[in-house]
């Protein structure tokens, strides 16, 4: 790989996600969105949204434990590839650790209440 080239993944629809992209705009923490929300709650665009990416959260932690229960599995099936692709599209996500903290009822490394 050359310099600036970027390490792309597969998205939903097979379209190349660059890594730069996600590196340069990062996931929004739980702290951000709630901010947001306090900000804009007169926005109904804003909102929307925001209840779009809480059903994507939701989405994803679910999708997180199928993940963690297929712990083993050969990549030369279709339920294999398909866990492993998931399982790489989910280490990408910077707001899964913060979703399972938070559904779990724990407090957050590093939270001294």
Known sequence: ????????LAN????PMSKSIR??????TFAD???????????????RLLWEIRALHV?????WR???EEYFVY???????AVLALRAAL?????????????????PPGDRR
């Open 91 to 107: 280490q990408q996500e910077s707001w899964l650790s913060e979703m399972i903290v938070k559904v779990r009822g724990e407090r």
């Open 1 to 8: 790989m050359t310099a600036g080239q970027g390490v792309t």
């Open 33 to 47: 969105l709630h901010k947001l929300a306090e900000e804009h709650r007169d926005n109904e665009t804003v909102m």
């Open 12 to 15: 939903g629809d097979g379209a």
């Open 75 to 81: 990549p030369d099936n279709p339920l294999g590839a």
């Open 23 to 28: 590196e340069r705009f990062p996931a929004l």
């Open 66 to 68: 199928v993940e963690t």
């Open 59 to 63: 989405l994803g932690y679910h999708a």
